[in-house]
């Protein structure tokens, strides 16, 4: 569908998506009956964000209640992508602020980690934000706007008591739907900087917070240059082990969740503040990343450590 912008900023569904005269995405056929970033939602039987894959609609199912919302502020931003996917990290914390090409390429492997159209575009969109062609003063908010029986027309970007979040548009709200599968849908809306509003969290998070499938445990720069590096911590005394054998004089973040995998990297980068968990072709890696990343005068060197939930690290390999 190729969004269009109303009065309102309302994101105006049409028949295609586009973010560029190359760049197509067929509407695929979504059944969403609550946003999770919106409302809370009840599903019994099985987890509507861990259950079938949305674009085939194979077994699965519960009972989903829907709720409408219209309430908050309509923010004005352009749909880059509306579509099926599915939240490889369904527990970890709602994407912040996407705003350079290793956050688009995070927030591809959590949503889209399937190939297709949908994750073309996202592909094509941080190849453009990593070139420099990319729109600017604009910004990039991402995550599941639905999951459940009924499709939502549209959806929208709103600010409610100060979150904000994606509402999804134009389904009935009803007391509960037996659902014979639950499809999740998923968007990346660009906003304007001047129309965001200030200290705004987003689906209840900070705005930093990590995009990809993965939380951030240890980031630090190293005082030298030490070898580049990628292993999973498969326990406390690994991380101890991993953190001291590189001199880094932290507090260990402890157990590793029987429901997580650890990995320790040691990664080139410039000026980062931060750093983001990236899948894809079998492989999980972390990108140094942030506000000021690339501004230094040569490469640095940065300790990361990362817990991933197994359901988003489940068979790949760490890799720098």
């Known amino acids: 569908m190729t969004p269009s912008r109303t ?26 009956a609550v946003s999770l970033l919106a409302v809370a939602a009840g599903c019994s039987g099985d987890d509507a964000a861990g259950g079938p894959d949305p674009t085939t609609g194979e077994d699965g ?23 099926a996917g599915t939240d490889a990290d369904p527990d970890g914390p709602g994407p912040g602020l996407i705003t350079d090409a290793v956050g688009v390429r995070a927030f591809r492997g959590r949503f889209l980690a399937d190939d297709g159209e949908g994750a073309e575009i996202l592909d094509d969109l941080a190849d453009d934000l990593e070139d420099g062609d990319g729109p600017g003063d ?7 706007v639905s999951v459940g029986c009924a ?13 904000l979040r994606f509402v999804p548009v134009g389904f009935d709200a009803g007391t509960g739907e037996e659902c014979d599968r639950t499809v ?34 240890v980031f630090e720069r190293l005082e030298r240059r030490l070898r580049r590096t990628a292993e999973e911590l498969r ?20 157990d590793v969740a029987p429901d997580v995998r650890r990995f320790g990297y040691v990664i080139d980068g410039c000026g980062a503040d931060t750093a983001e968990i990236v899948t894809g072709d079998g ?5 140094a990343t942030g506000p000021s990343a690339g501004s230094c005068d040569g490469s640095e060197r940065y300790l990361v450590v990362a817990d991933v939930a197994v359901s988003a690290s489940g068979g790949l390999e760490p890799e720098v």
Do not use: C, K, N, Q
């Not at 009065?7 to 969403?32: D, E, F, K, M, N």
């Not at 998923?186 to 993965?214: F, H, K, N, Q, Y």
């Open 61 to 83: 199912g519960g009972s989903v209640t829907t709720v409408a919302v219209d309430a908050g502020e309509v923010v004005p931003a352009r749909l880059v992508i509306f579509t």
């Open 184 to 217: 999740t849908s998923v968007a990346l809306a660009a906003v304007a900087v001047g129309d965001l509003p200030g200290d705004v969290t987003i689906g209840g998070e900070p705005a930093d917070a990590p995009v990809g499938p993965g939380r951030i445990v």
């Open 235 to 254: 326990d406390a005394d690994a991380t101890v082990d991993f953190l001291e054998d590189h001199d880094v004089e932290v507090d260990p973040p402890g």
């Open 138 to 144: 604009t910004v990039y908010v991402g995550g599941m």
């Open 283 to 287: 492989e999980i890696t972390a990108v």
């Open 7 to 32: 009065p309102t900023g309302h994101l105006a569904a049409a028949p295609r998506a586009s973010i560029g005269p190359r760049h197509r995405l067929r509407r695929a056929v979504v059944a969403a």
């Open 151 to 163: 499709g939502p027309e549209d959806a929208e970007l709103r600010v409610i008591d100060g979150d």
